[in-house]
Nanobody
Framework: QVQLVESGGGLVQAGGSLRLSCAAS????????MGWFRQAPGKEREFVAA????????KHADSVKGRFTVSRDNAKNTVYLQMNSLKPEDTAIYYC????????????????WGQGTQVTVSS
């Protein structure tokens, strides 16, 4: 079992920045790809970003490319999502996910999910 806990969400004005963190615990001796999804009210959950176990491979959704950056610190078992130039349409609950492959992350079929952290961007 792997437990994921997100933090760092909050209220920010358009154009501002936030950094989300996702701390993993439990069976983290295995190597997991990690990623971020988001779900806005009334909308389906959508892929945001993913990162491979080593951090060598990253993927970002087109809607966040150039604004969001995923990274990880394996010594701390933590993955981050740096969000810059935030827009009101970025408002959503952001979820962390872990899986054995980055493809599984991107497909949204990860076995492990966090509880989510709310990000609200005001105009």
């Amino acid at each position: 079992q792997v437990q994921l806990v997100e933090s760092g969400g909050g209220l920010v004005q358009a154009g501002g920045s936030l950094r989300l963190s996702c701390a993993a615990s439990g069976r983290t001796d295995s190597t997991y790809s990690m990623g971020w999804f988001r779900q806005a009210p009334g909308k389906e959950r959508e892929f945001v970003a993913a990162i491979s176990t080593s951090g060598a491979i990253t993927k970002h959704a087109d809607s966040v490319k150039g604004r969001f950056t995923v990274s990880r610190d394996n010594a701390k078992n933590t993955v981050y999502l740096q969000m810059n130039s935030l827009k009101p349409e970025d408002t959503a609950i952001y979820y962390c996910a872990a899986a054995t492959s980055i493809r599984t992350i991107i497909a949204g079929t990860s076995q492990y999910w966090g509880q989510g952290t709310q990000v609200t961007v005001s105009s």
